[in-house]
């Protein structure tokens, strides 16, 4: 007669790496029998992937024989190896765009960064994504884009959240058209000027 260990859950290391040895895992302490006195238990397991990267699912199947070939029946003992650490990435660092003759602006990765340094110690070919909060400026233009970026491994072990700052604004100075007649004309977006002859243009 023996006793397999209790059903279990392991964790993978920073490298991907898990120990299911006995010391980790339990061993089999209490083989009995009628006449033999020097009985171990004997192990095999049998290894599958889990729901996500890294998990795997250990079954070990414990059996004992005694000298005389009588067999205990078989029992079963059931590892989970999870990875429980978080990816690591790098937010794009704050940046300034400014908008363009029509007051549009390009706040896409392409101009204001991306994350390039997602990692994670068993899941692969993860990327961060971000989420945008756009507010006014101090001036009619400006705005202010608080990009919240966020990572999270195929095991759902999120990194925290990281933020970039994007202001955008307008540095293209206003600007007076004249007519064939040489009088100054307003240009959009409609403002009120006051030219060299004191005409205000409206």
């Known amino acids: 007669t023996f006793t397999a260990p209790g059903d279990m859950t392991i964790y993978s290391d920073e490298e991907c790496v898990y120990d299911a040895s006995l010391e980790v895992t339990g061993d089999v302490e209490d083989e009995a029998d009628n006449c033999n006195n020097q009985l171990e238990a004997m192990y095999s397991d049998s290894i599958v992937d889990g729901q996500c990267e890294g998990e795997k699912i ?75 909060s756009i507010a006014d400026g101090q001036c009619e233009g400006e705005k202010i884009i608080t990009r919240t970026w966020s990572l999270v491994d195929n095991c759902d072990n999120a990194a925290e959240d990281q933020v970039q700052i994007i202001t955008v604004k307008d540095n293209i100075a206003p600007a007076l058209d004249k007519d064939e007649n040489g009088v100054a004309v307003c240009s959009e977006p409609a403002m009120t000027i006051t030219t060299s002859q004191g005409a205000d243009c409206p």
């Open 58 to 132: 250990i079954t070990r199947t414990w059996s004992l024989a005694d000298s005389c070939g009588n067999e205990a029946e078989d029992q079963v003992q059931i590892i989970t190896v999870k990875d429980n650490i978080a990816p690591t990435f790098t937010a794009p660092a704050d940046t300034t765009i400014y908008t363009d003759a029509h007051c549009e602006y390009d706040a896409s990765v392409e101009a204001t960064g991306d994350v390039e340094d997602e990692a994670d110690n068993c899941s692969t070919e993860i990327e961060a994504t971000y989420s945008d």
